[in-house]
DNA sequence: TCTGGGGTCCTAGGACCC
DNA sequence: TCTGGGGTCCTAGGACCC
């Protein structure tokens, strides 16, 4: 058996953990620039109103006549509680898969039948009581029917105490004639129309369907999700993160921007981003993708968007080496005269980098020195914060083009300066 | 005025190889 | 009239996840 533990609207739960005063009152949390509402807790999402993904603006008298609390993204936050999430489940079960920042795969094997339930109850409050954060745990023999023991956990509330398990044949059954097709874990919006169009709604009727035509219709990737929904798993856990294959990074300036030193200077910025992230994995990219473009809501704006695809003469992971091949794409790529509200860069063909091999007639020590200054910079960004050491390229302007994040709080657990003060 | 960001996997078809 | 057989690699597009 399989339990799904998730974080019930974590975002939210992060901030309102150190605000006890919120507690029970509405609370939003916004996408980078404070664009869109990408998370609500309970009492949010009862008013009905406010739609997940909306831009904000449109919801601004709303979000004052119901009192909501927004918040900005404090990614530094939500990353530092999901660890502890994390930590404490290990405590649990030596054999779990992150499977993102909310929610995890614990595999339960070896523990009493009986007593799912029980234990994943003892998870729940053993979470609730460290963090503050509240959960819902869905357990069942694949991840697939985990997944939606959690959904019907998180939804019966009353009933469930947030924890439910599908342990037994007649509770797989009730579960997937009640488990609507646009719920379920690999259906999203294009397989569930089609399949309404078809007269199949249910997780149950899905099942109905013979192998073949699932397989022709769905590809594999269906037909391993009936299997799962039959009680076959064919989603393993994945202990261990597979390296990231492509790594990536493209946020939208707080203002528009036109400038091309200032561009440079962002793109730069999100160069030192990547690298670090490659480094962590240890290792290098072969290929790099940089592009520009303007906001295509600015309807009245002259609109312009190109990428450029770099091949990089050998695999690397130096931010300086990086920066020098982004800035030339993006020399090539800008125009003058527009907008721009976005540039990105992707790092790709990523191979690790014991399995590299070298250039049999380069100078070693270069690279070797090259490689100690990276070192250097990640271990000093790690104890002094993100940004402490930067390339000259990322100049000293960032508020020129930084995010807009008018409402957010303080680091509580991962800056000394900001901690939770208790008067 | 203001509209997110970061990923993965599968398939069909074309180009190419011997 | 009849035109091989067995493969790999790449790409664009479509689907999905959080």
Redesign the pocket.
Known sequence: MLALI?CNS?YAACEQAFRPDLKNKPVVV???????I?AANREAKALKCLN???????H?SELVKHGVTVFS?NYALYADMSRRVMNILGRFSSDIEV?????AFVDLAGFDKSDHTAYGTNIRNTILKYTGLPTGIGIGPTKTLA?AANKIAKTFPQKTAYVYSIDSEHKRIKALKWLQLKD???????????LNRLGIYTAYELCMLPDDWV??N????G??LKQELEGTPCIELEQVR????????????G??LSDYKLISEALAY?VA??AE?LRAQNSLAEAMMVFIHT?Q??TKDKQYARNMVINLPRATCSTTELTHFALKALKAIYKPGYNY??V?V???E?VNENAVQKDLFADESADIKQRKLMQAMDRINLRFGKGSTLTAACGVRRNKWK??QQNLSPRYTTSWNELLKVA
């Open positions: 998730d974590f916004l996408s980078n620039n404070d664009g869109c990408v997940m993904f909306d831009p904000v603006f449109k601004k993204s499977y993102s920042i909310d929610e997944k379920l874990w690999g259906i999203g919006r294009r397989y569930a129309k089609k397989r022709n769905m590809t594999v990737v037909l391993k597979p390296r990231k294959k492509a790594i990536g990074t493209a946020k939208s300036f203002v528009k999100y981003e990547v992230k906001n809501f600015r509200k976005k990105g992707l790092l790709a990523l995010l807009r």
